[in-house]
């Protein structure tokens, strides 16, 4: 087992509608592995990372999550669900739950974890995302910069094997940037396999194995972050990266 | 996008007039709403001569026998099947709210066909049509085949008291079930599109939230959707419940003894009619604004 990757995208091709959103896509990420994704918005690179675990059906190609084929078998979807954890742009806590239920829920719904099990978890992941001292609050409550911590120890409390984060600091004022960087930081340094989509190129520079580069629905460049900052392949990378890095 | 600021130093905000005002256009409607009161007073007492006799009344609330000490009468009674009606058809059409509104957004198409149906259906029919078609097609024959009330007759005296407690005497059991069940239905309908509304008012993203944490897509609805639509609903709920027990008066027409059923046959043998009528809607307007002063205090403790 440990020598597959532990996700294989392959010549995967998604439309909606009449719009090719995704076109001949491949990505292979091993274990262990950080992928940093970036591109210009309505490239694809949400679509993308939200195939792999199913919020979007993808049309043609193959998805193997850890060895298992993404298909129409119920059964896969949720075992590839239970190994990968999302980290949305918006958050998406649940307003209605405290922090500490909001990372309780799936673990006892769909873990069947004893509540107690559960709740100490919960605080374990929390005080990894130095909030422990919200847990009783409700989301509302919290700062942009602390709910997505939440939202991260939320989805970390599921123990998944692979995180996909989809521009987790573009909806925070800069001032909190930082400190959800540094929890994505710390994690990667845990050994975590990530697939995070996000512009900000301080971090993926600290972090990443491999840099993805899409456009119009197409990977357009994928290499070491060495030679992507360095040495860019394609004139559109290097126009991306001059408009990004230049303020 | 910007983070709350707060005031530098402690200084107090500048005063505001708070929001009550009391203008001449208040004055104006006020005298306008006197002016309404004093002519029905004329109406009544000068032209129509109605001499107003509010001690009629009272022996038909309650009355005190030497033997049995206060006994309630035909309008305790009455109120007393509209309670009952207000609180088993509330339960009844949230029940069935739920689970049509469930069916209503469900992805099997035959679910969506069948709380379609219902919805349309009910929607297009006026309420009197449909009491009637209801209760003597459908109601009324099959209660009495499965033989509700021989089966309570059969159960021991407590069993029984309790059933009393519940729904009323045993005697008239058949014909509160069917009024209620009629209501029920009847409200279910309209509850089923305010479930629907309150499900669809949540955002897709949290649906997505549920999914890729693993959740079923039963526990989505159930633990993450569900909670919020009911939050976003509160308030057209309020609104259907105290409708539901303005319509309960439509049942007296199958003859369910409740309050208005009543107020008709006190008219008829006192010939008292603004009195009762009078009386009588107070005390719906009581029933009914209690009714959504709870379920105020239950939307202000949802917000905080
Ligand atoms: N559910 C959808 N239906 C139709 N078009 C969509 C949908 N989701 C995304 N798109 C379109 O697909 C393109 C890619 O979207 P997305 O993957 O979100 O891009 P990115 O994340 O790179 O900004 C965009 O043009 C977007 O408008
Ligand atoms: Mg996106």
């Known amino acids: 087992m440990t020598d597959t990757p532990m996700i294989a995208v392959r010549s995967v091709n998604k439309w909606f509608g009449a719009f090719h959103v995704l076109k001949d896509v491949d990505l292979v990420v091993q274990r262990g592995q950080k992928v940093v994704v970036c591109g210009p918005s309505g490239s694809g690179k949400s679509t993308l990372i939200r195939c792999i675990n199913r919020l979007e059906e993808h049309d043609e ?48 719904r769909a873990r069947k974890t004893p509540r107690a099990d559960a709740e100490a978890r919960a605080m374990q992941y929390l005080a990894r995302v130095r909030i422990p001292e919200q847990a009783s609050k409700y989301p509302g ?3 942009g910069g602390q709910q997505q911590r939440v939202a991260i120890a939320r989805s970390l409390c599921m123990e998944p094997k692979v995180m996909l984060f989809d521009e987790p600091t573009s909806a925070l004022d800069p001032e909190m940037i930082k400190e959800v960087l540094d929890v994505m930081t ?25 840099m993805v580069f899409m456009d119009h629905g197409r990977v357009v460049e994928s290499s070491p972050p060495a030679e992507f900052f360095a040495a860019p392949r394609s004139d559109r990378t290097r126009q991306f990266l001059d408009q990004i890095l230049s303020h | 996008m910007m983070t709350q600021s707060r005031p530098e130093e402690g200084r107090a905000p500048p005063l505001r007039a708070r929001g009550a005002f009391f203008g001449w256009l208040d004055i104006v409607l006020l005298a306008a709403a006197l002016v309404v009161c004093g002519y029905f007073v004329w109406r009544t007492n000068v032209q129509l001569h109605y001499r107003w006799n509010w001690s009629v009344i009272w022996p038909w609330v309650a009355r005190f026998e030497d033997k049995e ?33 469930f069916a209503r957004t469900s992805r099997r198409l035959f679910f969506r066909l069948v709380a ?14 449909f009491v009637f078609v209801f209760v003597f097609f459908i109601t009324s ?17 407590a069993t ?31 509850v089923t599109e ?22 079923s897509a039963f526990d989505v609805r159930r633990y993450v959707v569900f909670p919020q639509a009911l939050k976003n609903v509160v308030p057209a709920l309020s609104n259907q419940f105290i409708q539901m027990i303005k319509d309960s008066s439509l049942v007296s027409l199958v003859s369910v003894q409740e309050l208005a059923f009543m107020a008709q046959d006190i008219q008829t043998s006192t010939r008292r009619v603004f009195e009762v009528l009078l009386f009588v809607g107070a005390l719906y307007f009581i029933i009914c604004w209690s009714l959504s002063l709870l379920f105020a205090r239950l939307e202000h403790r949802n917000q905080s």
């Open chain 1, 186 to 210: 710390d994690l990667a340094q845990s050994g975590m396999t990530m697939i995070c989509v996000t512009h900000e190129m301080g971090f993926a520079r600290k972090v990443a194995d491999l």
């Open chain 1, 141 to 143: 409550q919290l700062s």
């Open chain 2, 69 to 101: 000490g206060f006994v309630a009468g035909p309008i305790l009674v009455g109120l007393a099947v509209t309670l009952r009606l207000a609180v088993w058809g509330i339960l009844l059409a949230t029940m069935i709210g739920v689970v049509m509104g």
């Open chain 1, 61 to 108: 190609g193959e998805i193997i999550v850890d060895g298992i084929r993404l298909d129409e078998s119920l059964e896969h979807i949720a075992a590839i669900r239970r190994e990968v954890g999302m980290v949305f742009q918006q958050f998406n806590l649940f307003p209605h739950l405290t922090v500490l239920e909001n990372c309780v829920l799936a673990q006892v």
């Open chain 2, 194 to 215: 305010i479930v629907r509304a309150g499900l669809q008012s949540v955002p897709r993203a949290q649906i997505e939230a549920g999914e890729s944490l693993g959740l």
């Open chain 2, 141 to 157: 024959q099959v209660l009495p085949a499965l033989g509700v009330s021989e089966r309570v007759k059969a159960w021991s005296p």
């Open chain 2, 116 to 129: 379609s149906g219902y919805v349309m259906l009910i929607r297009n029919i006026p309420p009197l049509v």
């Open chain 2, 160 to 190: 029984q008291w309790v059933v009393e407690a519940l729904f009323g005497p045993v005697a008239r059991l058949e014909n509160f079930l069917v009024g209620l069940i009629c209501l029920a239905v009847f409200t279910g309908a309209y």
